[in-house]
């Protein structure tokens, strides 16, 4: 699984993305503990919330994915804006790597920065977060289709795309920033296998 790629098409980025100049590296070998406890997200009206509980997956019986890739696209970002890092990763048990066990893979510390600088981006003051938050998925997609390129662009939340919110506070030439998530189908089931932002 490729927990997030950064590629860059020009070396004249003069853009100065606060969080999202992330630090996604795909991740390593590294072992942590999962479910430390993090401060609340603010909430549409600038105060801080409780994030909602989030529902335990039990290592070695993961299970997930959705039945269209849009599903898969909206569960994805709704976990991640809730910070169930954890939830979200044993759910992709099916698409993870094939030799390493998921509750492992799953605690990396690498893995929760790099969906930590997701939430960081998208988690705007002002901005009201899910369940109250409405995500929404617009993505075509072609019957015999088995991978899906979703743009930034075509997902928003509370109204807004993901793009206008990773880019609240950026300067400089913003153009060629894109953020889009990588989809694929197995067993007929639909996941979010992969990050990339190009810059």
Same mark, same amino acid.
């Given at each position: ?30 072992s ?10 603010a ?6 919330? =409780?994030? %909602? @509980?989030?529902k #335990?997956? $039990?290592?070695?019986? *993961?299970?997930?994915?959705? /039945? +269209?890739?849009? !599903? ?27 030799d ?6 799953c ?14 981006a ?5 901005? =009201?977060? %899910? @369940?109250?938050? #409405?995500? $929404?998925?617009?993505? *075509?997609?072609?019957?015999? /289709? +088995?991978?899906? !390129?979703?743009?930034d662009?075509?997902?928003?939340l ?42």
């Amino acid at each position: 699984m490729k927990i997030g790629s950064v590629r860059t098409s020009s070396r004249k980025w003069l853009v100065a993305l606060p969080v999202l100049a992330m630090s996604v590296a795909g991740c390593g070998s590294q072992s942590a503990t999962a479910g430390k406890d993090v401060a609340a997200p603010a909430s549409g009206d600038g105060t801080s919330r =409780t994030a %909602p @509980p989030s529902k #335990r997956t $039990t290592p070695g019986k *993961p299970t997930g994915g959705s /039945a +269209k890739p849009d !599903e898969a696209v909206k569960d994805f970002v709704t976990q991640v804006l809730n910070e169930n890092y954890a939830e979200w990763c044993m759910g992709n048990a099916p698409v993870l790597p094939t030799d390493q066990d998921p509750a492992v893979f799953c605690a990396q510390p690498t893995m929760h920065r790099s969906l930590g600088s997701l939430h960081d981006a998208w988690a705007k003051p002002g901005v =009201t977060l %899910p @369940p109250e938050g #409405r995500v $929404t998925v617009d993505v *075509p997609v072609k019957k015999k /289709a +088995k991978e899906v !390129e979703v743009p930034d662009t075509a997902i928003t939340l509370d109204g807004r795309s993901l793009r206008e919110l990773e880019l609240i506070g950026s300067s400089g030439d913003t153009s060629s920033f894109s953020l889009s998530l990588g989809v694929v189908k197995k067993d007929g089931r639909w996941y979010v296998e992969s990050w990339n932002i190009e810059v």
